[in-house]
């Protein structure tokens, strides 16, 4: 009978939205029964996810500039002194970073410095699996967002289609859940039932759809019902997302669109909550100086109008941004003036409800590990167990093996 | 310590069993029942990957026994196609990758074999590895190991992986050493490819492992035993202990029941129908067990079977990326692979030589959300029915694939019989009679936006694109996009 009425109750939360939900979740997470939102979490809280794809180079992102030693093992590719954006007497920005700097100056952004994990791999495909399943030791099923959509969502599916999507072609690892459905999208345009100039067929497939009857086969209603969402999704995404007007110019590039799109997402009544973006080309072997500081800066700009749209449509304290990469990079430039697979990194978490400032020490560059790289003082799952329990409101146990330290950048 | 697992009991079960109830005693006898075009379009399907009409009907015309016999045992010797090193003159030698997934489609597209190359398919998601970490000629050379040892004793099988070179590189065994074990590999036989998980102990593990050191590769990416990396000690593995090497480990785990069971649970998933009932599982596995733990003995029962023909398994599993795929392409009589296919299954979900994990693809049910949907019925669109759009002052390049004219050269200019006919065709008539009015409707359909200029009723003028966009709205059904 208990275990009914508390079932009941988590039910209500997720149809009930707004206010009354809020107080709901407050009640029920009171209860320990019933794992819920923690007090004081807004349930509409959203979070985007960053992926800096190829193993982004710490050292040239957040400079340690008084380091002689800095200087030292990068004749060629670090970056003077006088052009950092210094954030104290000991490191600042690559100057590419303007933009992630002013939200910085606005107390906007947490810097989390030297985050990693015990035997760091750098293979690019098995770190993007351990970060995005958040399981160095084992591969895992589902993603760490996919598991928390799974316990979220236990009770009943989101009230929105796009509750969690991935802005993209396919869907990341990290996204990857055991029965919440995450659409992958790539434009806005692409995710549509497609036939061209020939809009009688088209039309045909909807009534198909639309009537298409449940048979012998359990997978015969979901595949149809599937069907209709999908049939009807990408009209349904295109009018809710024209309601919502971007505030703020996006540069050109394909990662300051995907964020014109979140925006979109996230401030229409598609009301996406997670939200998967990325931003590739950070395998920097060779010539890295313009490579990395040109998708530092389409990482910093992109992230200054997002916050300039969010806040004009009073969104900016409700959404947090974190971003990620499967490994920093070597201390030591290369031949190539490139760096090659390394160890940790920092990480950028931003938004109006950031505790903006730095966290964790800056890695030493002459006390290594025994492969020669930076060690980490941060652990990739205690950022995430910050985010699961601080802005989603969730037990960090839910989604993550073993317990981790919250930080306080939220 | 152990730490603390993740708490999954609030999470709703969702089962994908059949309704209905099994004949256990009768199921993996031979079915008796009449086989027609649905039945061995049924069996090409899940032993192959579909066909053209006259596949079905060949095959429909040797009977059941004949038909499996056919599939297993193939008479006529593989079809002449272009291994990998020469197929890099039809694709771009450039794009290594894609031109590795193309060398394998194109094989599954034009094979006159196709259950050596579903067995293939099989194995590839069973021993998943993939590209990211292991070069193409390597993932090229493990393909072809399974296709080679995909219907043989699995003994062999399991011993032939151990040994190569893209496995050796995918599980780390390259670095399992007696002074510095490995246990990558030594953990997913066990876990992954022989017993499932709460059949071994971590000791298993560590024990097996040590049994596999001294398998490497060498400096031309060759599988070699260095004696001298090998611990030659005692080991205990599943409470069988002495001088175990790897050989002796396939053994070992192979003779569990537990592994009997998995292999049969795996077989009947993948042919059979999702969640297979503890009894079915159970006989099968004393089938493969009697039968020496040979794969196509196995495989034959499953395919003969009462079961297999059963209204429980009938369209009772969904098509994975690449049956929907081939299945499109082969019934269609399609020649070539198309180019972008390997990223148009990506974006289905299952993107060749590039499983998500170790463990494969999921499968079943998570093969199916809006975004992989929208991405089979784009693809079929764009195959089938679109024509190329007419710029620059060039002419609209019909869809090169369908001949809508065979149909008419059949049925002649009827809407109800060309859409009788290819719902005929395509998903062997299951479906509802709405379905086929739609198809008329559509086929008379007079939209002033579509593709004509003019306007016109269903004729000379607009047949082909008409004809093309009812093949592509059949393709596209729910119903097709079950197995």
């Known amino acids: ?383 995430y167990a910050t985010v699961i329990e601080k802005w989603l409101g969730r037990n960090p146990a839910e989604v993550l093996t073993g317990a981790y330290p919250t930080l306080a950048f939220v | 310590m152990l730490p603390p697992k993740i708490d999954t009991s609030t999470d709703p079960q969702v089962g994908f069993r059949p309704p209905g109830t099994l004949d256990a005693p009768g199921a993996l006898l031979p079915y008796a029942g009449r086989f027609g075009r649905r039945q061995a379009a049924h069996l090409l399907r899940r032993a192959g990957f579909g066909g053209s009409e006259a596949d079905v009907a060949r095959l429909a015309s040797l009977g059941m026994q004949g038909a499996v016999d056919a599939l297993l045992h193939p008479a006529a010797p593989d079809a002449d196609l272009p291994s990998y090193p020469d197929v890099t003159s039809l694709y771009d030698p450039k794009k290594a990758r894609q031109t590795a997934q193309l060398w394998w489609l194109d094989r599954m597209l034009r094979t006159n074999r196709p259950l050596d190359e579903k067995m293939t398919l099989f194995w590839h998601g069973h021993f998943a590895t993939s590209i990211q970490k292991v070069a193409p000629p390597q993932m090229v050379a493990q393909v072809n190991l399974f296709r080679q040892f995909g219907l043989g004793r699995f003994p062999a099988l399991l011993s032939a992986v151990t040994r190569d070179p893209a496995m050796l590189i995918w599980l780390d065994n390259r670095a399992n050493a007696k002074a510095h074990p490995n246990e990558n590999y030594a953990r997913e036989v066990m876990e992954l490819f022989a017993l499932g998980l709460g059949a071994y102990t971590e000791d298993d593990v560590k024990e097996a492992a040590r049994a596999f050191t001294g398998w490497t590769i060498d400096k031309n990416q060759q599988a070699v035993f260095v004696p001298a990396r090998h611990d030659d000690g005692i080991k205990t593995v599943l409470g069988k202990s002495g001088r175990l090497d790897a050989d002796d480990v396939v053994a070992i785990v192979v003779s569990q029941p537990v592994h009997q069971r998995f292999l049969a649970h795996k077989l009947l998933e993948f042919f059979v129908y999702s969640d297979p009932e503890p009894e079915l599982i159970e006989a099968l596995a004393q089938v493969y067990a009697l039968g020496g733990f040979d794969v196509a003995k196995a495989v034959g029962t499953i395919l003969r079977s009462d079961v297999f023909f059963s209204p429980r398994a009938y369209r009772a599993i969904p098509k994975s990326p690449i049956e929907l795929a081939l299945g499109t392409l082969r019934y269609i009589g399609a020649q070539t692979v198309p180019p972008n296919l390997p990223y148009q299954l990506a974006r289905m979900g299952q993107e060749p030589l590039n499983p998500p994990s170790v463990k494969g693809w999921d499968g079943g049910p998570t093969w199916i959300n809006t975004s992989t949907l929208l991405a089979r019925f784009n693809f079929v669109n764009a195959l089938v029915a679109q024509t190329a759009p007419a710029k620059n002052g060039q002419a609209a390049i019909p869809a090169p694939n369908v001949a809508p004219d065979e149909i008419v050269r059949r049925v002649g200019m009827d809407p109800d019989k060309i859409a009788q006919t290819i719902v005929g065709g395509v998903v062997q008539d299951d479906v509802t009679s709405d379905v086929r009015s739609t198809l008329v409707a559509y086929l008379n359909s007079q939209t002033p936006s579509a593709m004509a200029q003019n306007p016109l009723p269903f004729g000379p003028e607009n047949y082909q694109d008409k004809i093309r966009g009812a093949l592509a709205l059949t393709l596209n059904l729910p119903v097709n996009q079950l197995d």
């Not at chain 1, 002689?68 to 590719?77: C, F, K, S």
């Not at chain 1, 750098?122 to 967002?145: K, N, V």
């Not at chain 1, 086969?217 to 309601?243: C, F, N, W």
């Open chain 1, 1 to 383: 009978m208990k275990r009914q009425h508390f079932v009941t109750s988590a039910l209500s939360v997720a149809f009930l939205g707004g206010n009354g939900a809020r107080a709901l979740a407050q009640v029920a997470a009171g209860s320990p029964l019933l794992p819920g939102f923690a007090s004081g979490v807004d349930p509409d809280n959203v979070l985007v996810v960053v992926q800096m794809g190829g193993g982004n180079d710490g050292l040239n992102t957040v400079v340690p500039w008084s380091d002689d030693a800095y200087h030292r093992v990068r004749p060629a590719i670090g970056i003077a002194e006088n052009a950092v954006l210094k954030l104290n007497d000991r490191i600042g920005f690559n100057p590419a970073l303007k933009g992630l700097n002013e939200l910085y100056k606005q107390g906007r952004v947490a810097l989390v410095q030297g985050v990693g994990y015990p035997n760091p791999n750098r293979s690019h495909f098995e770190a993007t699996q351990i970060w995005e399943t958040a399981s160095p030791d084992r591969p895992q099923q589902y993603g760490w967002l996919g598991r928390y959509l799974d316990r979220r969502f236990s009770a009943a599916k989101p009230a929105s289609t796009f509750e969690a999507v991935s802005l993209g072609d396919s869907l990341p690892a990290a996204l990857v859940a055991s029965h919440v459905e995450v659409p992958a999208i790539g434009a806005l345009n692409a995710f549509a039932y497609n036939t061209g100039r020939d809009l009688a067929s088209k039309q045909s497939a909807g009534v198909l759809y639309d009537g298409a009857k449940a048979g012998q086969s359990p997978y015969l209603a979901m595949i149809a019902q599937t069907a209709r969402d999908a049939y009807h999704g990408g009209d349904v995404l295109r009018k809710q997302t024209a309601e919502f007007t971007n505030k703020a110019t996006y540069a050109p590039n394909g990662f300051a669109q995907q964020l014109a799109l979140a925006a979109k997402l996230i401030g229409s009544t598609a009301g996406s909550k997670i939200v998967f973006v990325s931003l590739g080309s950070f395998d920097t072997h060779a010539g890295q100086r313009a490579q990395q500081d040109r998708l530092l800066g389409y990482l910093g700009d992109g992230l200054l109008a997002f916050y300039a749209d969010l806040a004009a449509h009073g969104l900016d304290k409700k959404v947090l941004t974190m971003t990620f990469s499967e490994f920093g990079r070597r201390v030591a430039q290369n031949a190539s003036n490139g760096t090659d697979h390394g160890t940790a990194m920092p990480l950028f978490i931003a938004g109006g409800g950031v505790k903006g400032g730095i966290y964790g020490e800056h890695p030493s560059l002459t006390d290594l590990d025994r492969g020669g790289d930076l060690k980490f003082s941060t652990d990739f799952r205690a950022v």
